[in-house]
């Protein structure tokens, strides 16, 4: 069982992350994970975030070599196992994410990003989404890189909610304006009922 939790930066996913982390409704063999992950894969794409003058298609490629090693030596061998398996970020980022940064490239850029990964990736079982706007976002985040901005986040947005349309049913919503207790119960709640 593969759960992710997607949300636009500042979101609070690392917040809900620590609280699964240490919550008893969450079976003590749960893989944690992320992405991007601490492979050096990760390593590359941390670089080319810090990169304002990084290539929109070689970056696309970097997280996409990321998660392919993430699904070939985390994912599978836990799956492969039963044993569940959360993970902070995930394909759908890529979808949302890099449908913005290529969409001056390409006409549905969401979709040609969805195509790369299609035949291979591992589809999650559940999302859950930590749904804030775009303002909030960039303020809670502090803004430090190049796609903490209000206005490039209401467009990852978009693209979040256009994954959402299409798979309603994968996606669990969670109303991230609320306190940080009032979001990790609901976290808590949609993950010890999907395990
Ligand atoms: N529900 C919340 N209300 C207010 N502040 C929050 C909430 N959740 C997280 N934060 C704060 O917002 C910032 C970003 O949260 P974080 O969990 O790092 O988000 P993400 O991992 O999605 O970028 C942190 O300073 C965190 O303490
Ligand atoms: C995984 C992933 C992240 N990103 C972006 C989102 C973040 O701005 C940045 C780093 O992700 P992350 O470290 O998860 O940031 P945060 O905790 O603030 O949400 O990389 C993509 O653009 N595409 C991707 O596929």
Known sequence: MLVTLEGLDGSGKTTCM???QSADAVPPETVFTREPTTSWYGEAVRRSIQDDDADSLAELFLYTADHADHVANTIEPAIETGTPI??????????????VTLSD????????????HEPWTRPPEATLYLDIDPETAAKRSGATNKFERAEYLERVQSNYERLIEAEPERFIRI?????????RDAVLDAVETVL
Do not use: C, M, P, W
């Open 175 to 183: 109303d991230a304006t609320q306190s940080e207790e009032h979001v």
């Open 86 to 99: 959360i993970s902070d970020r995930y394909s759908d980022s890529r979808y949302a994410y890099q449908g």
């Open 18 to 20: 620590d609280a699964l």
């Open 105 to 116: 490239r390409f006409d549905d850029a969401v979709n040609f990003v969805k195509e790369i």
